[in-house]
């Protein structure tokens, strides 16, 4: 197939008019068949990559739903949203065993949705202060030996985990959890910027849902933010779906960071394109109103968001992020973080030719290509 007369995304250059060829699978250097497809005033950009969020459409992956995960997975598609990597809450070692087992039973399966590239255990092994939505609970020290035995029921699933570097033993349990190949991430911490900076040295390259469940930044205080800032190696999310952050603090954020380093993601629950109303989470309960999602009981607590990726990025686009680094941001970036740029987040020739053609006026969504298909 020729994709053609659209602006095609390119992460270093932006976007310019050109063809764009799969073979049916993959991007090509030339179309394997006569079929066109006219993408006449549409940006041609790679398929969205989420590395943070929970749920939607009424599922939670805290769950180990494969029912209620394949339903994850086809919203997820349905939205341009290709390749997800799904975040586990703090929760009994138990239920993240499951969880993970869940996650590896799903991947690699070819039953349609977006594909589980992966999975994130934001929690358990976070800091008290700052757990937010997260059930104190079941609040755990970092523990290799743990992760050691999600890892192997997860069959090497685990891609990112989030942890405070404050809490006792995170140093060490940074640098294996690096060693092991797993995407490390500092959040729902209290971090002065020296633990903070400390955590990057020891490898931790990720700071999760940057100014949400952390110090603020302070001239005299930087905290996580000024230690993220000061090393070059290191991504921060971002929740852009109009709640969690102003947009002045986005548009900061995007100007400190540069358009590289920074990522995306939705935080999404499982209210996510569901009605106003209460939702189960974690063990705890959630009240959702319009796009604000909190804790029941308590309507100061932000709970997660319940915007999809693609909101997230038509929000930065109205906060007045550029279309291409926004773009990047729910692409490239993240695809980079998990280490899964060879196969996505780009369209490079070789690159798997998920793509979605977005309105150039309204940023909707046009046209979905899964892997070379297109979708109904």
Known sequence: MRITNGQVFDPEQGFAVRELCTDGVMISAASGDGEELDAS???????????????????DFSDA????????????????VTYICPAGMTLPEE?????????????????????????????????T??????NGDFLHDPDI???????????GCIRLVTVAPEQPGAMEFIRTAAEMGITVSVGHTVADYDTAKAAFEAGATHATHLYNGMPPLHHRAPGVIGAAFDAPGVRAELICDGV?????MIRLAFRLFGRERIILISDSLRATGMPDGRYPFG?????????RATIAGHPETLAGSVTSLMGCLRQAVQFGIPVADAVRACTYNPAQSIGIQDRAGSLEVGREASVVLLDRETLSVRTILFKGQVLK
């Open 283 to 291: 063990g705890q309960e959630i009240e959702v109103h319009g796009n």
């Open 95 to 127: 239920q993240l065993s499951a969880i993970c087992r869940t996650a590896a039973a799903h991947r690699g399966k070819h039953a349609g949705g977006a594909e589980v590239v992966g999975l994130h255990l934001e929690g358990p092994f976070l800091s």
């Open 41 to 59: 005033g549409c940006y041609v950009i790679p398929g969205l990559v989420d590395v943070h969020f929970h749920g939607c459409v009424g599922e």
């Open 129 to 134: 202060a700052k757990k937010g939505a997260q």
């Open 145 to 155: 030996s743990m992760l050691r035995r999600l890892q192997d029921a997860a069959q």
């Open 244 to 248: 969690h952050i102003h947009g002045a």
């Open 65 to 80: 739903s494969p029912e209620g995960l394949q339903k994850i997975a086809d919203y997820e598609l349905s939205q341009g």
